[in-house]
């Protein structure tokens, strides 16, 4: 089976730097996707990782090693709207390029 | 312009009756997908359409659960007979697909449903 794996809930205090991982075990991958949903909204796109290494974009960053099954999302100068779920998710498991879903990491940013 | 709209947004139904859930894809979008989203859950796959091509069932939990696409545009996802555990947050994404990988999915804002 395909196996995504994320924290279940983060906290973090406005202003600091916080890391949320990823890791998957899944037969076939093609790229990673971070989305970020606020509660009851829906998911919108972060990033996509296909290549090893750091891609940055404003504050977020997201990084991946292919050979590690791993993946982190990065978020600089935390603000009160980023507490939001983050949900990690990878195309290529099985074969599909149906994105495969972690169940997402829960982020409460606290003044 | 638009993104992906739902409706409803929200649904209230007596266990076994029929439901049927709307999604209206950005237009031009080829790819349509449902998804389901349980409390404290990630998103589970329902189904998949990609142009013309006969859909991915594959996610569909049972065969109270089935969708259609008309004119390759809007989908219906239907569930017969509904079950307490049917009461989810179905979400419906499109994304402009040449049958990569990268696509970035649009996602509506989902039906919110409710299985007294």
């Known amino acids: 089976g395909q196996n995504i794996d994320q924290p279940t809930e983060m906290t973090a205090t406005e202003g600091a730097i916080v890391q949320i991982n990823c890791t998957y075990q899944?037969?076939?991958?093609?790229?990673l996707f971070w989305y970020q949903q606020h509660a009851g909204e829906a998911p919108t796109f972060l990033s996509y990782?296909?290549?090893?290494g750091l891609e940055e974009k404003g504050r977020f960053s997201s990084f991946l090693s292919r050979s590690k099954g791993y993946s982190y999302l990065l978020l600089k100068e935390l603000q009160m709207k980023d507490s939001a779920s983050y949900l990690c998710?990878?195309?290529?498991?099985?074969?599909?390029?149906?994105?495969?879903f972690g169940r997402g990491t829960s982020l409460i940013v606290h003044p | 312009g638009a993104g992906v709209s739902q409706s409803p947004s929200n649904k209230v139904t007596e266990k076994g009756k029929d439901v049927e859930l709307r999604c209206d894809p950005i237009?031009?979008?080829?790819?349509l997908y449902w998804y389901r989203q349980s409390l404290g859950q990630g998103l589970e796959f329902l189904i998949y359409?990609?142009?013309?091509?006969?859909?991915?069932k594959s996610g569909l939990p049972s065969d109270r659960f089935s969708a259609e696409r008309t004119g390759g545009s809007v989908s219906t996802l239907t569930i017969q007979r509904t079950q307490q555990e049917d009461s989810a947050v179905y979400l419906c994404?499109?994304?402009?697909?040449?049958?990569?990988?990268?696509?970035?999915?649009?996602f509506g804002p989902g039906t919110r449903l409710l299985v007294l």
């Open positions: 994404a499109s994304s402009t697909t040449s049958g990569g990988a990268g696509e970035t999915q649009y």
């Open positions: 998710a990878v195309t290529g498991a099985g074969g599909s390029y149906i994105p495969t």
């Open positions: 237009s031009g979008h080829t790819a």
């Open positions: 359409f990609q142009g013309n091509s006969a859909p991915d």
């Open positions: 990782n296909v290549l090893d």
């Open positions: 899944t037969s076939g991958f093609n790229g």
